[in-house]
């Protein structure tokens, strides 16, 4: 049984395990943190958590193994909130399988001001797995978030997930367990737009930055952690001007930001697909 107890205000909270010795201490990680040292145990993000395992299933930890919460405030009121987080890990002397995380982060977010986006990725899940429990995460200027179930062939499949806006993202369990399809994958995606005057970025400010983030709980594993990362495009895209008006033939030129040994194909897709054709 795991409890994650916090007052109004959170934005989430994130239990992670080390996988190296670290010094104690409190640091300021606005910035994030390493994912090569710590890998997610659980995260809960606007309400608290409190979720009984499944028969058998259990969450293995080291002797004397580092637990790292990160908790990330968000006070929109005008006053000062409760920071205690009261954390809840209830042992047992019985297991039957461990329970492991898909923590997938899409840092491919870059969105022009008034721009309309759309990002996806997929993630592999290990064969054999069944989901207990899923959760998505996006900023404000995130939409229609969703989670479909397909093989790495396919372009659709089955929804497992959906939040249309932020405060819609729920800890979601699966009673029974979802068998999932041996060799099939999650595919995250969010909806973007831009209302600023400033580019959105990846990152971990609210205002000026995004995330497109899943985290899938599952057993039996193997390995207990696995990050999926989309990291940042390789390509820079140039025109002659940002602007395309109506009936316009724009060309693009496209070029690696960093050398590539193997073939690289570049597929290009509007944001809109109803007012560009590509």
């Given at each position: 049984r795991l409890q994650v107890k916090f007052p109004e205000g959170s934005h989430h909270v994130h239990i992670y395990r080390s996988l190296e010795p670290e010094e104690d201490k409190v640091y300021d990680c606005f910035k994030g943190i390493d994912w090569t040292k710590w890998s997610l145990l659980v995260g809960a993000q606007t309400k608290p958590m409190d979720w009984q395992l499944p028969e058998g299933v259990t969450i293995p930890l080291e002797p004397h193994q580092q637990l790292l919460a990160q908790v990330h405030w968000l006070n929109t009121t005008d006053h000062a909130i409760d920071s205690q987080i009261d954390l809840g890990f209830h042992s047992t002397e019985e297991s039957q399988e461990h329970l492991g995380v898909v923590f997938g982060v899409n840092q491919r977010i870059n969105i022009s001001p008034g721009q309309h986006a759309r990002v996806q990725a997929f993630c592999p899940m290990p064969e054999g797995a069944k989901l207990h429990a899923m959760m998505?995460?996006?900023?404000?200027?995130?939409?229609?978030?969703?989670?479909?179930?397909?093989?790495?062939?396919?372009?659709?499949?089955?929804?497992?997930?959906?939040?249309?806006?932020?405060?819609?993202?729920?800890?979601?369990?699966?009673?029974?367990?979802?068998?999932?399809?041996?060799?099939?994958?999650?595919?995250?995606?969010?909806?973007?737009?831009?209302?600023?005057?400033?580019?959105?970025?990846?990152?971990?400010?609210?205002?000026?930055?995004?995330?497109?983030?899943?985290?899938?709980?599952?057993?039996?594993?193997?390995?207990?952690?696995?990050?999926?990362?989309?990291?940042?495009?390789?390509?820079?895209?140039?025109?002659?001007?940002?602007?395309?008006?109506a009936g316009q033939s724009v060309t693009f030129d496209v070029a690696l930001n960093a050398p590539e040994q193997d073939d690289v194909v570049v597929a290009l897709q509007a944001s809109d697909a109803s007012a560009l054709e590509v």
């Amino acid at each position: 049984r795991l409890q994650v107890k916090f007052p109004e205000g959170s934005h989430h909270v994130h239990i992670y395990r080390s996988l190296e010795p670290e010094e104690d201490k409190v640091y300021d990680c606005f910035k994030g943190i390493d994912w090569t040292k710590w890998s997610l145990l659980v995260g809960a993000q606007t309400k608290p958590m409190d979720w009984q395992l499944p028969e058998g299933v259990t969450i293995p930890l080291e002797p004397h193994q580092q637990l790292l919460a990160q908790v990330h405030w968000l006070n929109t009121t005008d006053h000062a909130i409760d920071s205690q987080i009261d954390l809840g890990f209830h042992s047992t002397e019985e297991s039957q399988e461990h329970l492991g995380v898909v923590f997938g982060v899409n840092q491919r977010i870059n969105i022009s001001p008034g721009q309309h986006a759309r990002v996806q990725a997929f993630c592999p899940m290990p064969e054999g797995a069944k989901l207990h429990a899923m959760m998505g995460h996006f900023h404000a200027h995130g939409s229609d978030y969703k989670v479909v179930e397909r093989m790495p062939n396919q372009t659709g499949g089955n929804e497992l997930y959906a939040a249309p806006d932020e405060p819609a993202f729920e800890f979601k369990t699966y009673a029974p367990a979802h068998e999932i399809p041996r060799g099939a994958g999650f595919q995250y995606e969010c909806s973007f737009f831009n209302w600023g005057g400033a580019p959105i970025t990846w990152g971990s400010d609210t205002q000026t930055q995004e995330h497109c983030n899943m985290t899938a709980y599952f057993s039996p594993a193997e390995k207990i952690s696995e990050l999926c990362l989309t990291a940042p495009s390789k390509l820079a895209l140039t025109a002659a001007s940002p602007t395309v008006r109506a009936g316009q033939s724009v060309t693009f030129d496209v070029a690696l930001n960093a050398p590539e040994q193997d073939d690289v194909v570049v597929a290009l897709q509007a944001s809109d697909a109803s007012a560009l054709e590509v």
